[in-house]
């Protein structure tokens, strides 16, 4: 009961206001308290020049009513004024209610994220030294950089979740991510390329090593960008790499399987449960239990624990991706996924971390297959249409293949398919799955959630590439 104490409500405060929330005949409430604290440090000029700093305070008051849901928050945690909140929750309902006599049990769940240091006990003077080193390393390591920016994000949650079935349960939920982006001058051309890696982790994230991979990255992305050229469009092969490819699961599929999207039959996957909708050695999993990743949370804004969660079993539609409402009208459990960026916002299906398992294909073998293609390599962004299917993927960098090998560089070009097609169509899939620790963050209605993705280098045999005519 040590949250209730941190936000200073008592058991007496939960029950009047879902006792409030219920008043109007909702079948349904619950309340999110939540105060975040969070820091920015930016490097800009070879100096740390930037700093900010910002609280997010209050509490949400949902109200379910068959299939309407009332919503209402406060950014402070007056009884008076989350009584009020309350009963504009309730207001989406009109009938008496008899309140239900609630028995309050805490729930204690697994730990997924552990903390050495947290950020609150940390300085500007012990973080600035960090960025400062992952700004000089990365002029160190090429001749050509001409400017970097460096940005680091940490943050502190404390979330404590209350319902009308008595359910209580509390997280402290850390989050730190560091990024850099290199510029880079050669012989007139000026390219640029960045890296970044984000966890649920506190201080002990801050390391030399980190600073190395991240310095690496960003170089190497960005001095191949001098020899890349864009390749000639069409229809052909695309190999994607392991890692940041995961991105094709997210778009193209994940967002397809969340239940909201199939309830009200909007998603092309809406008529395909339980059907087989690709290769039988394909399985997709979204999962929120993997240590400190960006993506894991210990149990969803709906108070559920996290868990690991099979969309695809054996090429079949196993499970969408659910909140609530979702898996009462499926009449199904709920899978963890019911997120929301803050207290101001009622939860919906959301990712956690979406992947590919692995297959038993060397990604040499799979390259070797490809007689004309491309080898997509960096992504940094995509979207979806959620009804048709259709994606769209920017691709920051990857190669050609000629005659099953990685020849020329190619560069900023978009890869064009449509979900179900492309993951019918993924004929191969590679023994090295890899999860994209980069700060991925997903959106959707307007909510920003973080997330991570990842995925074994596959075989998509035909995607339309956007590059010169």
Known sequence: MEMIKYFEVSEEDLKKVISEALSKGGTYADLYFENTLSNNLSLRDGAVNEVSSDVDFGMGVRVLSGDKTGYAYTENIRLEDMLKAAKTAASIANSAAEIPSMKIAEKVFTNHYRVEKSWENVTIKDKAPYIQKLNDRIFELNPNVVKVNVDLFDSSSYVLFFNSEGKLCADFRPMVSLGAMCVMEKDGR??????????????????????????????????????????????????????????????AIGHSFEADFNRKRVSIFSDKYGRQVCNGNINIVDDGTIPENRGTINFDDEGIESQKTYLVREGKLSSYIHDRISA??????????????????????????????????????????????????????????????????????????????????????????????????????????????????????????????????????????????
């Open 328 to 469: 009462e009208y499926y009449k199904v459990a709920p899978t963890g996924n019911g997120r929301r960026e803050s207290f101001r916002e009622a939860p919906l299906p959301r990712m956690r971390v979406t992947y590919m398992e692995n297959g038993n294909v060397a990604e040499s073998d799979i390259i070797a297959s490809v007689k004309n293609g491309i080898y997509a390599d960096t992504f940094s962004n995509g979207q979806v249409q959620i009804g048709a299917g259709d994606f769209t993927f920017f691709v920051k960098s990857g190669y050609l293949i000629e005659n099953g090998r990685l020849t020329q560089p190619v560069k900023d070009i978009n890869i064009i398919g449509n979900g179900p097609k492309a993951l019918a169509d993924i004929t191969m899939v590679g023994n090295n799955l890899k999860i994209d620790n980069s700060r991925w963050t997903c959106g959707k209605d307007g909510q920003g959630v973080p997330v991570s993705q990842g995925l074994p280098s596959v075989l998509v045999k035909k995607l339309t590439v956007g590059g010169t005519v």
């Open 190 to 251: 000026i390219e640029n390329g960045s890296a970044s890696r984000s966890y649920r982790k506190g201080f002990e994230f801050l390391t030399d090593d980190i600073i190395e991979i991240i310095a690496r990255q960003a170089v190497q992305t960005t001095a191949l960008m001098f020899d890349a050229i864009k390749p000639k469009g069409g229809e052909m092969p695309v190999v994607m790499a392991a890692g940041s490819s995961g991105i094709l699961l997210h778009e």
